[in-house]
């Protein structure tokens, strides 16, 4: 009984999801009410919205960054691999380049191949300037191009929920999963329903 | 005769470049000083020549952007962009009100301040197009050492916050032909954040050293200038979507025909 609503709740919930989706009525607290375009590793073209019903985990780099984006990568997956198999498929991970000049399909794609991201729980996407400042602000990233082309940033894990609205966000970097973060990622998943 | 001076005069304001009554145009500066000091910036910054709006924007240019682009009017706008006190000083979405046609537009977030740059075909300045823009007086482009240019500006910040704002362009012009960099409001630029001031993280030490990428510590170059580096810090503890009573902001654009 207890299964059965929660797969009718579920459905249900999945419904009201499509229409509000179909309806443009996503939440206003969404990020995903930014409609700036984006191109992901493979070429293609998506808005966020195209992103509605599944928790994200977000994040900003760029390619040729030798310091901090490899941890920011690492931390992803280390967010990944603290959660179950089943979990896993139901989160996706969204890493924005902040370098639209020189990340094209093909840098991001080779940080795909090299990192070993399965592209379909990630995703490596670029947009132009002036959405990745607005992407950057909504997710509260800071970052400053320098004059050598290299970019001094604050780095965030930011969790997002399946309509793309804000739900926790980590700074702690390297080394193990924040367990505090990895709780919130699977409540959002529960909050998905199953 | 007469045609003919017509025919010339009508050429010279059609043509690319003639000077609009609201923007002047800014030569640059191929090595401007920053009050602020990144590591990469000791040798000054390069500005290139662009054009700035003589004036902030005003509530009723503010009322005329909303009316055609309803989707930045108090009360629709999304609560991602604009927090719950945008506009809010305002009689109505379409009614501004007590706030007279003339006064500066505030209580707008950044991302309204640049949808309205956007739907004039420009954008916001960047932090050193504003700073290198308000460096100059009546009389000089860079007025930034002389101590009573200072003392002027800061005078401003002792003025108590609630008496009303003037109208834009109610203070003489500077050099360029530009009013009210100082002395009415703050304004909101692009890059408000990249101004990595706000509770330096590097400076903390272990792990939250990890949030910083590559190079690029600020400091104060010139710890004299208060007046700016206090905008720098109001500017830096600003989310995006964030409103003040003191806040608006004025529109640049690049020079038609330049490269980028």
């Given at each position: 009984m207890t299964f059965f609503r929660n797969t009718l709740s579920a459905l249900l919930g999945g419904l009201l999801l499509a229409t509000a989706a179909a309806a443009g009525g996503l939440p206003g607290d969404s990020v995903y009410q930014l409609t700036a375009g984006f191109t992901d590793q493979d070429g293609h073209d998506f808005h966020l919205a195209d992103r509605v019903g599944k928790p994200q985990v977000v994040s900003l780099f760029y390619t040729?960054?030798?310091?901090v984006c490899p941890l920011i990568i690492d931390s992803a997956k280390a967010v990944e691999r603290s959660l179950e198999p089943a979990q896993r498929d139901r989160v996706a991970f969204l890493i924005v380049s902040m370098d639209p000049a020189r990340d094209d399909p093909a840098a991001l794609r080779g940080i795909v191949d090299k990192r070993s991201l399965d592209t379909r729980r990630w995703t490596l996407a670029r947009t132009d300037k002036a959405a990745v400042r607005q992407l950057a602000a909504l997710l509260d990233v800071r970052y400053r191009e320098l004059a050598d082309g290299e970019f001094n940033h604050t780095s965030a894990l930011v969790l997002l929920d399946a309509q793309g609205r804000r739900l926790a966000r980590t700074e702690?970097?390297?080394?193990?999963?924040d367990a505090e973060f990895v709780d919130a990622v699977k409540a959002a998943l529960n909050a998905a329903g199953d | 005769m007469n045609g003919l001076l017509a025919l010339v005069l009508t050429a010279a304001l059609a043509?690319?470049?003639?000077?609009?009554?609201?923007w002047a145009k800014l030569p640059g500066n191929p090595a401007f000083r920053s009050v602020l000091a990144y590591e990469d910036t000791r040798d000054g910054v390069r500005v290139r020549p662009f054009e700035l709006m003589r004036t902030p924007v005003s509530n009723g240019d503010f009322l005329a952007f909303v009316k055609a682009h309803p989707q930045w009017q108090r009360g629709r706008v999304a609560a991602v962009f604009a927090e719950?006190?945008?506009?809010?000083?305002?009689?109505g979405a379409l009614d501004p009100g007590a706030a007279s046609a003339q006064q500066p537009v505030v209580q707008v977030s950044w991302f309204a301040a640049q949808a309205y740059c956007e739907a004039q075909g420009a954008r916001l300045p960047s932090w050193i197009e504003w700073e290198y823009a308000a460096a100059a007086d009546e009389t000089r482009e860079d007025a930034r050492q002389d101590p009573a240019w200072r003392e002027r500006i800061l005078r401003w910040y002792a003025n108590p916050s609630s008496r009303p704002l003037a109208d834009v362009g109610s203070q003489p012009a500077d050099?360029?032909?530009?009013?009210?960099?100082?002395?009415?409001i703050w304004e909101w630029v692009d890059d408000a954040g990249s101004l990595l001031m706000s509770a330096d993280n590097r400076d903390q030490g272990g792990a939250d050293k990890l949030q910083f990428c590559g190079a690029g510590a600020l400091s104060a170059?010139?710890?004299?200038n208060y007046a700016v580096l206090m905008r720098t810090a109001m500017l830096s503890a600003l989310q995006a979507q964030d409103v003040t009573a003191n806040l608006g902001f004025r529109c640049a654009r690049d020079l038609a025909g330049a490269t980028p």
């Open positions: 040729s960054c030798r310091y702690r970097l390297g080394g193990a999963a | 043509a690319p470049g003639a000077a609009e009554p609201g719950s006190r945008y506009l809010q000083h305002w009689a050099v360029h032909g530009i009013h009210d960099l100082h002395g009415l170059a010139d710890r004299e």
